[in-house]
């Protein structure tokens, strides 16, 4: 890594601050063993600021966080003080929809065979990267509601698929595929009763042409569901819509230890890339130190790599998988200590 890098920190609300701390004390022992450049700031969107404001997020900052960063590190946002979630749309799908994140990468690595829960699945079996496109399909608002709160209430919510859409986040999956050495990418449809996935399909197959060295398989959603579950070692590669991506990658997302551990990459090549676990704020859990950091400290750990600090990235990654092969970790995980003491122990590790 050579000039600095700046990135943006929105810590968000519930379990959020408290995993983004532990997940700064571990990239402060990186930054300090590995010599990295690295410019914070600290934003406070969120819904204290929301509620004291009245401003979710300004305009302006959303131009900045797409022009003056290299990447955002999110915690998570959804506050029960704001139950119509208004502050977290404008800022999480705002960041996605506004600075066009259209991959959304989700990994899901059985860290240690203890912690999964298929029974005679080993972390050889659970090893899959899930490409979800993350600025379309039903997350796009057209529609409405008519008639709301009578007996005729209509709700409708189109599916938008865009061809360059479609095209991108496939060729991503591919290409990704590609440079990891993977030999297979499957990708996740309804077109049996969605006559417009036929769509993913033909693009699907035209794009994968091109890449003549790794198999391609289309499956109904439902059936990869099953399957995921069944015999999750068949796949590598994953790529779907915005719906079936989110509910899949939760899926794998147990598989590979639950929400603890669950990292997430929004991009768009060449851009600014915005970082965030998948879990969300956990409200009954804020404020008890019981949540567990690891999926920030995964999450930071993608973005280290994305930042060009592989050597960092793989220091922190190394330093979750030695935690968890010595069963220190929260409760979740099997674990006895609290969030700031599994923070430390991570950053004590990555600093040896
Ligand atoms: N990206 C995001 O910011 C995001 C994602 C999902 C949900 N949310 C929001 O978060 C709020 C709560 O939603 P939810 O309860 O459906 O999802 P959640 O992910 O917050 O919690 C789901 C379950 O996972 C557990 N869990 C989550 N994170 C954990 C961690 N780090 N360690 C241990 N256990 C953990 C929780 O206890 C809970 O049982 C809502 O406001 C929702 O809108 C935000």
Redesign the pocket.
Known sequence: MSATRRVAVIP?D??GPE?IAEALKVLEAAEKKFKLALALERLPYGADYYLKTGVTIPPAEMQRLGRDFDAILLG????PRVPG?EH?RDI?LGMRFQLDLYVNERPARLPHERLGPLKGKTPKDIDLVIFRENTEGLYVSVGGTFKQGTPDEIAIAEELNTRKGVERIIRHAFEWAKAHGKTRVAMADKANAIAAHMLWRRVFDEVGAAYPTIERRVMYVDAMAMDLVRAPEQFQVIVTGNLFGDILSDLASMLAGG??LAPSANRHPGRVAMF??V???????AGKDV??PM?AVLTLAMMLETLGAGDAARAVEGAVNAALAEGVG?A?VGGTLGTRAVGDWLAQRVAK
């Open positions: 968000g519930g379990i995993v998570a946002l959804g506050d979630n977290a999480l929400l603890g965030e676990p879990h969300g704020s956990a409200p009954p859990m949540a567990n999926a929260t979740d």
